[in-house]
């Protein structure tokens, strides 16, 4: 009998799309699962915790790294690095869970380009104009990072459609639910996921 395989999973959407909140929500119903944290050189915001949300390191240490090809994938977002660790990775897998990985659509595109067997979950708003309501309704943004984040945001949604499934985040509840959905029938699919080192 063949044992298991082990997915996984790559979600993206734009910043403030809810996307963490249905990660969140999703891994704390599903002991199968578990997020691979990602690296970033940026400082951690209020309430942040290093290894938890992310592992904070330095840009040297970082860029160490990239040479060592220590990462699935890199990409520099908003002046900062942000990276996920190839041996986190394969940890997740070896101890009998499915990965997921929280990144943006540079970072998925790569792993896309250079791996197999991941399966690729794009979380979208329900419209621009929502996005930008709840941006807003953060008030953590100075206008002009709050620009950049709706170009970055227009830019990003424009790759929604080489992803795998798209869930649109209209209510949390429903956006959970998909998203629950597509990794109960993927988890049963015996597709491994190979990444050349």
């Known amino acids: 009998m063949r044992s298991p395989v082990h997915r996984v999973f790559v979600v993206s959407g734009p910043s403030g799309v809810g996307k963490s909140t249905i990660i969140r929500q999703v891994l704390a119903a599903d002991p199968e699962l578990k997020l691979s944290v990602s690296h970033t050189t940026r400082d951690p915001r209020a309430g942040e915790q290093d290894g938890r949300d992310y592992h904070f390191i330095s840009r040297e240490a970082f860029v160490g790294e990239i040479e060592d090809n220590e990462f699935l994938e890199w990409a520099k977002v908003y002046d900062n690095y942000y990276g996920t660790s190839r041996k986190q990775v394969e940890q997740i897998l070896k101890s009998g869970r499915h990965a997921v990985l929280d990144i943006d659509t540079q970072g998925a595109m790569r792993i896309k380009d250079m791996s197999r067997g991941a399966v690729f979950i794009f979380i979208t708003p329900p419209s621009l104009q929502a996005l930008e309501k ?18 970055q945001a227009e830019h990003e ?39 050349p080192v």
Do not use: G, P
Not at 134 to 151: C, G, I, N, P, V
Not at 157 to 178: C, L, R, T
């Open 157 to 195: 949604m424009s790759f929604a459609k080489q992803y795998d499934y798209v869930v649109s985040n209209d209510e949390i509840e429903h956006a959970v639910h998909a998203f629950r959905e597509i990794l109960d029938k993927e988890k049963k699919k015996a597709v491994e996921f190979v990444c």
């Open 134 to 151: 709840r941006l807003r309704d953060r008030r953590s943004e100075t206008d002009r990072s709050f620009q950049k984040r709706m170009a």
